[in-house]
């Protein structure tokens, strides 16, 4: 018997049940059964509210293996979001945000997303995921959990990573669709934007109305989602201005009418701007040679050093080979071990993703 049988009484609606291939992608569709510390949305999924967000969906596999992608973005009001609940304290800087994505009760997922920063404002950015699930882990009540929460981070980018990183986080979408036996494939390479939007890799997120492009180097991480033993990540370094100060909410009550609004933007904007210049003027712009950076990684489900094996092939290219141990995300972190604190105050290293391959 189905869990919640006994609940049911004469006065109670069937609850619908979206057929495959199905697109969850407004939170006020009746399949959407439970939004729990997630607001709902009209054009989206949701937004979490809370240290963690989850949403049940209902739908009916036919008692097939599915796969399941999902959208997640950050925009100014994913930052808003933050600000409130983790009320950062003055020179907090807005850093980069590394969400789990879980699917019943278990971690499938990670994605890494991280705002493009320019001169006069910052581009919001989406992350995309993508997982398998059996047969048998959608029971017969076709109940598809999908939660986001915080990764656990290991002792060398506690400081680089934003806390409480899922709130405010925005999910866009979810797609669910049957696994056919002839989706195994062999050896694959993709670029880094196909990789990204695959959900193979995740360097910081696409930007763009639909989240297809690269855009700039953001972060200095890599997440590995591709669940092969041996996956070959191309990587290109550089150096970016050092993230801007995190959004704070006003204290005083006239700072958050429009006109302080206002004023206030008009303050972000021109202390970013001020970054910029002094990062452009700065000795600091050129990034390290990769020979003279350390790498290291780390399985995200289990918190053990995955050993990666790194070949400079270029002034400012690197190959990461990680050889995964145990099934799970890996995080790949660059580390300038002869970073000066003045140069971090300015400048920081980044890396993009030029090439995937396992």
């Known amino acids: 018997m189905a869990i919640g049988a006994w609940f049911a009484t004469e006065f109670d609606d069937p609850v619908p049940t979206r ?13 959407v059964l439970v939004a729990d510390q997630m607001a709902r ?3 989206i999924v ?3 509210q809370g240290a963690s967000g989850a949403v049940v969906l209902k739908l009916r596999t036919g008692g097939r293996p599915v796969r399941v992608r999902v959208d997640l973005h950050v925009d100014g009001a994913s930052q808003s979001a933050w600000s409130r609940v983790a009320a950062p304290t003055r020179g907090d800087r807005e850093l980069p945000r590394l969400v789990m994505v879980r699917a019943q009760g278990t971690a499938r997922a990670a994605a890494l997303i991280s705002r493009q920063r320019g001169r006069l404002r910052i581009v919001e950015a989406h992350a995309w995921v993508e997982f398998d699930l059996r047969a048998d882990e959608v029971g017969e009540d076709g109940l598809l959990i999908i939660e ?4 656990s981070l ?3 980018a506690v400081a680089s990573l934003s806390p409480l990183a899922a709130v405010g986080v925005r999910l866009n979408q979810v797609e669910v669709t049957a696994i056919s036996d002839g989706d195994e494939a062999g050896s694959v390479r ?3 934007a196909p990789a990204q939007w695959a959900g193979l890799v995740s360097a910081g997120g696409l930007v763009g109305a639909r989240g297809r492009g690269q855009g700039h180097a953001r972060t200095r991480f890599v997440v590995v989602n591709a ?10 370094t550089a150096s970016a201005s050092a993230p801007p100060a995190a959004f704070r909410q006003p204290s005083q009550g006239w700072l958050r009418r429009r006109q302080g609004q206002t004023v206030l933007k008009a303050f972000r904007v021109a202390r970013r701007g001020a970054g910029q210049a002094l990062y452009e003027a700065s000795p600091f712009t050129r990034a390290p040679h990769p020979d003279h950076l350390a790498v290291r990684a780390v399985n995200l489900l289990g918190g053990t050093e995955v050993p990666v094996s790194v070949a400079a092939r270029a002034s400012d290219a690197l190959d990461v080979v990680v050889e995964r141990t145990a099934p799970g995300p890996v995080l790949i972190g660059l580390v300038d071990a002869e970073a000066t604190a003045l140069r971090r105050r300015v400048s920081e ?9 396992w």
């Open 19 to 31: 057929e495959l291939p199905a697109v969850f992608a407004s939170g006020g569709d009746p399949e």
């Open 41 to 43: 949305g009209i054009s």
């Open 46 to 48: 949701g937004r979490v």
């Open 148 to 151: 986001l929460a915080d990764a």
């Open 154 to 156: 290991p002792d060398w």
């Open 190 to 192: 993709l670029a880094g």
């Open 227 to 236: 669940d092969a033993r041996s996956v070959r990540c191309g990587l290109w």
């Open 349 to 357: 290293i980044v890396c993009q993703v030029v090439e995937v391959q």
